[in-house]
T-cell receptor, first 116, second 113 residues
């Protein structure tokens, strides 16, 4: 059974700092990995999706890396801003589940607070 | 563009009462639909998914059921709520051409008292 772990569970940093969020998964036979952002009481917004054949994806100040062999992904946020405050979730889709339905296994998330 | 709606946004229900949460998608046809639950301190757990009208797959045994009466409508139900059903319920959809990308609704906060 795939298990996804995210550390730290919570993180507080001053504005302007660069930071790294970690995600690890137990089954390396993934099809892809996706990072989401969740604001309090809201739904999820997709940030980055990395296919199993890729090593990283970038979008603006965000960079996500994937090391499938070690079962790890990181989300790097450059020059953090108070608006980045949210919970960040990673989710993996197993290769064995490839098909018309996409079943994701989520981590418990990292709650980020960027202070002024 | 595609949009996904969920209602109600919040709900407080007593133990033993019935439940009906609704999710609708606009701007796409024949989507895959998903129901997730996010309990306090836990990650999102997939409850049900559907690849077509009347086709429901359950991921975990539980007190809930799902139905898809129309192509873009997904309903989560219970006949008798339990305290453990409290949580944040999220509906999501993915397209046939890109089934590996899911888009989430705004969620429903359910509190069972």
């Amino acid at each position: 059974k795939q298990e996804v772990t995210q550390i730290p569970a919570a993180l507080s940093v001053p504005e302007g700092e660069n930071l790294v969020l970690n995600c690890s998964f137990t089954d390396s036979a993934i099809y892809n990995l996706q990072w989401f952002r969740q604001d309090p009481g809201k739904g999820l917004t997709s940030l980055l999706l990395i296919q199993s054949s890729q090593r990283e994806q970038t979008s603006g100040r965000l960079n996500a890396s994937l090391d499938k062999s070690s079962g790890r992904s990181t989300l790097y946020i450059a020059a953090s801003q108070p608006g980045d405050s949210a919970t960040y979730l990673c989710a993996v889709r197993l290769r064995s589940q490839r098909g018309t339905a996409s079943k994701l296994t989520f981590g418990t998330g990292t709650r980020l607070q960027v202070t002024l | 563009s595609q949009t996904i709606h969920q209602w109600p946004a919040t709900l407080v229900q007593p133990v033993g009462s019935p439940l009906s949460l609704e999710c609708t998608v606009e701007g796409t046809s024949n989507p895959n639909l998903y129901w997730y639950r996010q309990a306090a301190g836990r990650g999102l757990q997939l409850l049900f998914y559907s690849v077509g009208i009347g086709q429901i797959s359950s991921e975990v045994p539980q007190n809930l059921s799902a139905s898809r009466p129309q192509d873009r409508q997904f309903i989560l139900s219970s006949k008798k709520l339990l305290l453990s059903d409290s949580g944040f319920y999220l509906c999501a959809w993915s397209g046939r051409d890109r089934p590996y990308e899911q888009y989430f609704g705004p969620g429903t906060r359910l509190t069972v008292t």
